[in-house]
């Protein structure tokens, strides 16, 4: 069945620094591939997402880059700020067969980061 | 205005008791979901709704049941409340329920059972 594997944190930095965060998927079919983030105390919402291969998601700063060879979806900000600190949630959505376009979530990466 | 909105953000009970959290959008969506969050972040999906249909319906306990009493509303009751059902519930809403579309999430009701 379909699945979303991320990194698992919590991961710290320092301001400035590069951030990556692993995501890997399972997929019968043509995922659509989405990231997405929580503050504090909020609901999600989406940062980025990718409808087919090859295909790069960007929001304010992010990027991820839709790799059918290596079924990945890897998160990336060339420089994080303590704003970023947040929870991050790789997801796919199916929607084809049965799954009625449902996400699938990874457990979340839990980002801090320091000044 | 808020897009997805929750009542209350906060439900503190006692096991045993009966519960309610209410749901609203008002994005025009067809599509709704309830999504419950436990303590180490991992969500898991509930319920979703399609027009007012049911569409998806997880492995979850007979006490959950949903209500839509249209598209833009979906509710969750809770019978006999648990220790276990401790958690922060979403609602979210999507314009379908077959392509890849956003998924807008409300802020969340944080339910403590005592």
């Not at chain 2, 598209?71 to 019978?79: D, F, M, R, V």
Request: charged share 20%; net charge neutral.
């Amino acid at each position: 069945g379909d699945s979303v594997t991320q990194m698992e944190g919590p991961v710290t930095l320092s301001e400035e620094a590069f951030l990556t965060i692993n995501c890997t998927y399972t997929a019968t079919g043509y995922p659509s591939l989405f990231w997405y983030v929580q503050y504090p105390g909020e609901g999600l919402q989406l940062l980025l997402k990718a409808t087919k291969a090859d295909d790069k998601g960007s929001n304010k700063g992010f990027e991820a880059t839709y790799r059918k060879e290596t079924t990945s979806f890897h998160l990336e900000k060339g420089s994080v700020q303590v704003s970023d600190s947040a929870v991050y949630f790789c997801a796919l959505s199916d929607p084809r067969g049965s799954t009625l376009g449902r996400l699938y979530f990874g457990r979340g990466t839990q980002l801090t980061v320091w000044p | 205005d808020t897009a997805v909105s929750q009542t209350p953000k906060y439900l503190v009970t006692q096991m045993g008791n009966d519960k309610s959290i209410k749901c609203e959008q008002n994005l025009g969506h067809d599509t709704m979901y309830w999504y419950k969050q436990d303590s180490k972040k991992f969500l898991k999906i509930m319920f979703s709704y399609n027009n007012k249909e049911l569409i998806i319906n997880e492995t979850v306990p007979n006490r959950f049941s949903p209500k839509s009493p249209d598209k833009a509303h979906l509710n969750l009751h809770i019978n006999s409340l648990e220790l276990g059902d401790s958690a922060v519930y979403f609602c979210a809403s999507s314009q379908g329920s077959g392509g890849p579309y956003e998924q807008y999430f409300g802020p969340g009701t944080r339910l403590t059972v005592t």
